[in-house]
């Protein structure tokens, strides 16, 4: 399922405006796993419909389920050097979802590979995490740190982060197969105004109530309100010198939490002894 926002600000004009946040394209709508999971159940009802019940099971990374080789076995595309699944009339903008059925179905063959001697999404990644073609140090990777990462970003990372405070989709955007990617026609996908291009500075200043009401029903929810202060720290760290700025650090150099603490008192080191 296409899942890229038609009306969202672009990635690329956001990355030239460091007090701005940039937000992974996927989640700046509703959580994919509640759509795709609506979705699949309804396919499911259709096929019960023409053919009578039969066991099934629907996924979409919710369960250990090996989506992406298994889209890749099925012939739905190709395991790129970025490791994300590339299909040549689609690129990689898209969902996978899986249901699982005691049918005896033919098997698809798979496709071959089309990323050629193409390297763009290992040589533009902030943090080096494609370590070789088709190889992804998901420590690295800055949606595992903003995403999955419970505790302090490695230093070596912040000042690559720069202002992207959930996921990376660098690695999508300069791959030569998604000017074939169309754009989502899921209305729920589309960008909530508080999370594309949203100010970092105000951002920052929410409260967990805040935080909560505001990406309630997004994927973005489940990283918490610490890890979203944090996230947020890292970003004003890297943005540029303003009073504004700095205030906003300052505010939270007290906050209760240790994590953001460290990561406010990094940032402001940024800013007072760069």
């Known amino acids: 399922m296409d899942y890229l926002p038609a009306d969202a600000t672009p990635a690329e004009a956001l990355l030239d405006q460091p007090d701005k946040a940039l937000i992974s394209r996927y989640a700046l709508g509703r959580d994919y796993h509640k759509v795709m999971r609506g979705r699949l159940k309804k396919l499911s009802q259709k096929i019960e419909a023409a053919i009578g019940p039969f066991g099934h099971r629907v996924f979409t990374d919710s369960a250990p389920v090996l989506e992406k080789p298994l889209a890749e ?40 590979d089309h990323c050629g001697t193409c390297r763009r999404c290992i040589d533009i990644c902030p943090t080096q995490a494609i370590i070789a073609p088709y190889q992804l ?120 939490s240790d994590l953001v603490r460290e990561h406010v008192q990094w940032a402001l080191d940024q800013h007072e002894n760069p």
């Open 73 to 112: 076995k099925s012939g739905l595309g190709w395991i790129g050097k970025h490791t994300n699944l590339l299909n040549r009339h689609a690129g990689s903008w898209f969902f996978l979802g899986e249901i699982y059925v005691d049918l005896d179905l033919p098997p698809d063959a798979p496709v071959q």
């Open 137 to 256: 140090d998901a420590r690295r990777c800055i949606s595992y740190l903003t995403i999955e990462l419970k505790g302090s970003i490695p230093e070596e990372f912040r000042k690559p982060m720069g202002n992207r405070i959930y996921g990376c989709d660098d690695c999508q955007m300069v791959c030569p197969w998604n000017r074939y990617a169309q754009h989502s026609r899921v209305d729920d996908f589309r960008p909530r105004k508080d999370l594309d291009a949203g100010d970092l500075v105000t951002l920052f200043a929410w409260d967990e109530a805040t935080f909560l009401a505001r990406t309630e029903g997004t994927a973005i929810r489940r990283i918490g309100f610490e890890r979203w202060l944090r996230n947020i720290a890292v970003a004003l760290g890297n943005a540029p010198t303003t009073p504004r700025v700095l205030a906003a650090l300052r505010s939270r150099q007290e906050h209760e």
